[in-house]
């Protein structure tokens, strides 16, 4: 079964860098998610992309973040200057069409990222 | 806004006991629902959807759901419960733009 891939699946990095994660969505699908869930928290929604722009994002999404899609596979989720705060596991998420014609959302193993 | 209320957020059952995790949903004419399960350290994994049709969805790992308008709920069930169910629940509603609003989780504790 097709499953949508993320790297690295866990990273460590200092408060202030730059981290760039990365996800390889399912290939047909046509909607990009990134979702975050702090530690024992809810699931969160950061952004969504479609025709390679951002259909939507959440005021947690604010200036520090960015969303690419590089090649015409890859989805990546930059964070420019990294803050405590931002310690989460960061889940890619991709689905073929939106829900009306019955299509739901997958997600992948998720990207813990530990900031220090 | 949308919102999805899951009132539970720890529940405690013996293996082989039935289950049922209650999730509101807040509005929708026609609300697109999920429950997704998370082992520790793991992904979200679908477990059934409702789009619409049948009120009564089943889903993998004998899973199944009621979807009920009249009382905004969309409450998960299992007849009997292993140890392998141990997990966390998130009951999601898709809004209009394709994205997904989640609740706050439960986490379901097997007694042996």
């Known amino acids: 079964e097709p499953e949508v891939t993320q790297t690295p699946s866990h990273q460590v990095t200092q408060m202030g860098q730059e981290v760039i994660l990365r996800c390889v969505p399912i290939?047909?699908?046509?909607?990009f998610y990134w979702y975050r869930q702090i530690l024992g928290q809810k699931v969160e929604f950061l952004v969504s992309f479609y025709n390679n722009e951002i259909s939507e994002k959440s005021e947690i999404f604010d200036d520090q973040f960015s969303v690419e899609r590089p090649d015409g596979s890859n989805f990546t989720l930059k964070i420019r200057s990294t803050k405590l705060e931002d310690s989460a596991m960061y889940f890619c998420?991709?689905?073929?069409?939106?829900?009306?014609?019955?299509?739901?959302?997958?997600f992948g193993e998720g990207s813990w990222l530990t900031v220090v | 806004a949308q919102s999805v209320t899951q009132p539970d957020i720890h529940i405690t059952v013996s293996e082989g006991a039935s289950l049922e995790l209650r999730c509101n949903y807040s509005?929708?004419?026609?609300?697109?629902l999920f429950w997704y399960v998370q082992s520790p350290g793991q992904g979200l994994q679908l477990l059934l959807k409702y789009f619409s049709g049948d009120t009564l969805v089943q889903g993998i790992k004998g899973f199944e759901a009621e979807f009920k308008r009249s009382q905004s709920s969309f409450n998960l069930r299992k007849p009997s419960v292993h140890w392998s169910d141990a997990a966390e629940y998130f009951c999601a509603q898709g809004d209009s733009s394709y994205k997904l609003i989640f609740g706050s989780g439960t986490r379901l504790l097997v007694r042996p």
């Open positions: 290939s047909n699908h046509l909607y």
């Open positions: 998420a991709s689905s073929p069409e939106g829900f009306i014609s019955g299509n739901t959302i997958y």
């Open positions: 509005y929708g004419a026609t609300p697109y």
